[in-house]
């Protein structure tokens, strides 16, 4: 188990109040913090070695550079890539390495009349880039429903993936809701010849995960929430479907001849990372992936699941809230959707901001299944691994308090697919 | 650091839960001659407005319909109360009148706006800002309107 005390001890920010009570930050599936380590890798990058990477040959170049690649390495342990550091694009977050698969893998493979399959409670950023790419190409989209109690179910996956599947798409975990039989789907998609591209926003930072054991094509994730700062995120792909795209983004760095009229690209994954990336993001990620690894994923995850279990218990307590979604935390990532009374999530969190917690009050970038779940918003606690459950006694005061000031009629609501 | 550090009750006065809990002219109108609905995407906050004008220009008649936080349905409630029987003109003068208290919170609120002062409280809470404004940016196109129309907040 984690020692989370001393764990505390390495995020300087909760050590700050708010309202005039110590912050309790449970907005992780948005962004999490970041430990002192995280934070001395940025400073010791821009005091120390600073330089643009791949050029310049002299000493700052070559250190950044080392750095920059070494982090490369440290995500494909991280992940497990079976394709070394061919595998790992560095991208800005996982938005930008779904819109890269999208454009480049979509622009050059997909016909009219394909067949993209989603499910309904994916992220905008897992939904937007294949309605663009899909009206571009003239491929269509085939949702796959949850059922009522807010699981993707395998057989509804297996009705939906068929011969004219060229690409499945779905949230490892959902930012909302629970985990999603993404295995189950990667096997599907195989059988009919598709691809499988896995949005692990939600779940990378969480658990082991193991893409070789997913059997997936595409993972994506971002840095910013998993202790890493925000402007550094991952594309895994097999090297030789990347080498079979086209370039997403054009400009310096990734290519290998450039004449006036046409040019020829630099070897993956460097073809897909035109411009000066975030160097010091990416160096970031790399102090992060030490930071957690050091803790252990199976670590993390086994602490996470204790805290949402224990949130699950204490909220349901209170008859008047709805939480959307599985209610065993085995299901589930650190993250908890409810919604209490009438009172609407907006005001909900504002109560709560005056108690020091802040929570995620929003459609949470998930319009379609909030339509599913008849809201127009939920709240939504997440929790990290510097959560402790006397943080999940002051969610639950504040939201008692909430309750009081809304004057919450304590009767049981119709449950709402949950 | 430290920020002024605005209260609950500043925001979530009394007379704004009364018109949250029981907001005055909700439903629709038989016959309006303007309906306009407006959605803020950032937090999903929905009004709907319906207005009966006579020859004249005056407001003889308004109903809402909305969904949101209490912040934005008090709002669109309360300023159903104020405009019902006024010309557009008072109507936009009022429009102007809200938006500067929303935006120049030290200013004394205006007094024409009467009960809606109890909103002032709310410029204090910048992210909240969009939510009392929503209904008075429907007002406005409804104003502009002989039909329907629909607005998105930027």
């Known amino acids: 188990m984690l020692n989370v005390e001393a764990i505390r001890k390495d995020f300087p920010i909760l050590e700050r109040e708010v309202h005039g009570r110590p912050l309790v930050y449970l907005d992780n599936a948005a962004t999490t913090q970041k430990p002192r380590q995280v934070i001395d890798a940025l400073v010791h990058y821009y005091s120390y070695y600073n330089a643009n990477i791949h050029r310049g040959i002299h000493t700052l170049a070559e250190e950044a550079t080392t750095a920059y690649e070494g982090v490369r390495d440290k995500v494909v342990r991280f992940i497990k890539s079976p394709y070394g550091p061919q595998s790992i694009v560095f991208t800005r977050n996982t938005t930008e390495s779904i819109n890269l698969v999208a454009n480049a893998w979509g622009r050059r493979f997909l016909q009219p009349g394909d067949e993209i399959v989603l499910s309904i409670s994916e992220h905008h950023s897992n939904l937007i880039p294949w309605q663009l790419i899909a009206r571009e190409k003239g491929a269509k989209l085939r949702f796959v429903d949850i059922d009522d109690a807010g699981r993707l179910q395998v057989d509804a996956l297996q009705a939906a993936i068929g011969p004219k599947t060229k690409m499945v798409a779905l949230a490892h975990a959902s930012n909302v809701l629970g985990i999603n039989p993404v295995r189950e789907a990667a096997a599907l998609a195989h059988r009919h010849g598709a691809l499988m591209l896995i949005d692990g926003a939600q779940s990378v930072p969480h658990m082991p995960v193991d893409v070789g054991e997913l059997d997936c094509d595409f993972l994506a994730f971002s840095g910013h929430k998993m202790c890493a700062p925000t402007g550094a995120g991952v594309l895994y792909a097999r090297p030789e479907l990347l080498a079979a795209m086209d370039p997403f983004l054009g400009g310096g760095s990734m290519i290998s001849r450039v004449q006036l009229e046409e040019s020829t690209w630099a070897e993956v994954p460097h073809k897909f990372e035109a411009g000066t990336p975030d160097i010091a993001g990416v160096i970031g990620l790399g102090a992060a992936i030490d930071y957690l690894e050091g803790l252990g994923m199976e670590n993390i995850r086994a602490h996470e699941k204790q805290i949402t279990g224990y949130a699950i218990e204490r909220l349901s307590s209170l008859p008047a809230v709805t939480i959307y979604g599985p209610k065993n935390a085995e299901e589930r990532v650190g993250v908890v959707s409810f919604n209490y009374g009438d009172i609407h999530p907006h005001d909900v969190s504002q109560v709560l901001d005056q108690h020091g917690v802040a929570i995620r009050a929003s459609h949470h970038c998930a319009q379609p299944l909030m339509r599913r779940l008849d809201c127009a918003a939920t709240a939504r606690a997440s929790f990290y691994l510097y959560n402790t459950p006397q943080e999940v006694d002051a969610l639950f005061f504040a939201l008692e308090e909430a309750g009081r000031f809304f004057a919450v009629q304590e009767a049981p609501l119709p449950s709402s697919g949950a | ?154």
């Not at chain 2, 609950?8 to 001659?33: A, M, Q």
């Not at chain 2, 308004?62 to 912040?71: H, L, P, Q, T």
């Not at chain 2, 002032?120 to 002989?146: D, H, I, M, S, Y």
Request: glycine share 8%; charged share 30%.
């Open chain 2, 1 to 154: 650091m430290n920020f002024p550090e605005p209260q609950l009750d500043d925001l979530y006065r009394d007379l704004i839960l009364d018109h949250y809990r029981h907001p005055r002219n909700r439903g629709n109108l038989e016959h309006p001659s303007a309906k306009v609905d407006g959605y803020n995407p950032l937090c999903g906050d929905e009004v709907e407005l319906e207005l009966l004008f006579d020859d004249e220009g005056v407001i003889q008649d308004v109903a809402f319909k909305g969904r949101g936080c209490s912040i934005s349905q008090a709002s669109t409630s309360m300023m159903t109360d104020l405009i019902k029987g006024r010309s557009k003109a008072d109507a936009q003068h009022f429009i102007e009148a809200f938006k500067h208290m929303m935006t120049d919170p030290q200013d004394e609120p205006p007094a024409e706006l009467g009960d809606l002062e109890a909103l002032q409280g709310v410029a204090k809470f910048p992210v909240r800002v969009k939510c009392a404004t929503l209904a008075w940016n429907v007002l406005e196109q409804g104003l502009r309107e002989n039909g329907a129309a629909h607005i998105e907040e930027a």
